[in-house]
């Protein structure tokens, strides 16, 4: 990051997020309007869609920074677009600044489609999945030299689980349906969720987006990561799910929702794995409750009676012929089926001019000075004893730093940070997240560290 860059940061604000969202209701009711919703997911929709992503304009390719790619985008935001009981339809655009150049000045963006509830619209519910495709497992490429140029259709992974969300999105804003909610709702495409040559790491898009939903003080109920759910040659109809502890209740209610609605599929049961090879990982960073539905956990696994690994897993030869519409179809039902039941049972957050219990409770203060170059003060109140941690992240969502893991009793507390992580190594100059949770509460700040 540039001197410049950084001072254009230097703007630094308050944020409070209590503890996200109430949980989930415990009983899944049937409603038979919302099984006319789930009697309308199409096969045709959803094998259109596959076909159209798998196919990329031509392109045959969704990888990243490739027109393919682009094209991809381009195409959900259009169908989305067409949706005309949508509220909005926007992209989200996002830099991988760590990437090297020209490729750190290209915008890749997600795709994000809106239901405006009838409560807060940063009260939400998500559904969705990555939107790129890649094909570094193939044996017959230079993955590192030919990925421009690579077949990388991606029908499976992930083309199935957008498909699935654009049909949901289609169907729960349709006007002729009537379907209106309390929680908002949102449906995502995310980009660059992949690992790539042209940068480190992966889940960019989602990473970008989840960052700046904390940043935002969002109240993101739960999110619904759809992640390759479409090959399965056993001849079974089959899922799992994967959860962290904090999102173990959207799971439970996932399960419970196929059940009532007698939806013919089979899944793993508790306890969830945990896992982190797809988007739902970086909701878990901020506390988002998030859970992940894939054909298997994790699909290069066999798991007999009910999957075999999938041979067409991050290869060109993953196309639309090899995935399993019906059990695409289905779990699109269960997902549709749980976000239009929990989206109306949510208790609407008060709206009150007073400051919130937490902030009357604890305070963090902004560190000084900011921006700092090698040491930097920061101070914290605790009005009452309470469990406590201070915690420093990067940019990227990455806890860099636990300076203070404790009970403490009330009082006015300072330390002082070195622009180091947890072996005394200096970091970078860039952007820093003060974070101070306090009894299941949080506040977090910005901090500019400038060299």
Not at 48 to 66: F, K
Not at 72 to 100: C, E, H, R
Not at 274 to 299: C, G, K, M
Not at 344 to 369: M, R
Request: aromatic content about 12%; charged content about 15%; some cysteine.
């Amino acid at each position: 990051m540039s001197r410049t860059a950084i001072i254009c940061l230097v703007f630094v604000f308050f944020i409070f997020l209590p503890a996200h969202a109430d949980s989930p209701p415990d009983t899944i009711i049937f409603d038979p309007e919302i099984e006319n919703l789930i009697n309308q997911v199409s096969a045709d929709n959803i094998r259109a869609h596959i076909e159209s992503l798998a196919d990329a304009g031509g392109h045959n390719s969704r990888v990243t920074y490739t027109p393919g790619g682009y094209w991809g985008a381009d195409y959900i935001k259009q169908q989305m677009d067409s949706f005309t009981g949508l509220d909005s339809v926007a992209y989200d655009t996002f830099y991988i600044n760590t990437a090297p150049s020209p490729y750190d000045t290209i915008a890749l963006t997600n795709v994000v489609g809106f239901i405006d509830g009838s409560l807060q619209n940063n009260q939400y519910y998500m559904v969705g999945g990555h939107l790129d495709a890649t094909a570094n497992l193939d044996g017959s490429l230079n993955w590192d030299t030919e990925w421009e140029t690579a077949r990388a259709r991606g029908a499976d992974d992930n083309a199935s689980g957008i498909a699935a969300t654009l049909e949901i999105a289609r169907i729960l804003s349709d006007p002729a349906n009537g379907f209106s909610s309390q929680a908002s709702i949102r449906f995502a495409a995310f980009g660059a969720e992949e690992r790539h040559p042209a940068y480190t790491n992966n889940h960019w898009g989602s990473r970008f987006y989840a960052q700046n939903a904390f940043i935002d003080g969002d109240d993101i109920l739960g999110v619904y990561v759809l992640d390759m759910i479409g090959y399965n040659n056993t001849g079974n109809h089959y899922f799992n799910i994967v959860s962290d502890i904090n999102s173990r209740p959207l799971g439970t209610n996932y399960l419970e929702t196929r059940d009532v609605y007698s939806i013919a599929i089979d899944s793993n049961s508790e306890p969830f794995p945990s896992a982190t090879y797809s988007d739902h990982d970086q909701f878990w960073i901020y506390r988002y409750p998030a859970i992940l539905v894939i054909e298997n956990a994790p699909p290069w696994e066999n798991n007999s009676p009910w999957y075999n690994a999938n041979p067409f897993y991050h290869r060109q030869s993953d196309s639309t012929s090899t995935v399993n519409i019906d059990q695409v179809v289905k779990i699109a039902q269960v997902t549709l089926a749980t976000i239009a039941s929990l989206s109306n049972q949510v208790t609407s957050l008060p709206v009150s001019n007073d400051p919130p219990l937490a902030a009357k409770s604890f305070s963090l203060l902004q560190n000084y000075p900011n921006p700092f170059n090698a040491t930097t003060r920061l101070r914290y109140q605790l009005l009452y004893a309470g469990n406590m941690s201070l915690e420093i992240y990067d940019i990227e969502g990455k806890r860099v730093r636990t300076l203070q893991k404790t009970h403490l009793p009330p009082g006015e507390y300072h330390q002082e940070w070195h622009g180091d992580d947890e072996y005394g190594q200096t970091l970078p100059s860039g952007l820093y997240f003060l974070s101070l949770t306090y009894e299941n509460q949080r506040v977090v700040r910005k901090m500019i560290l400038m060299k």
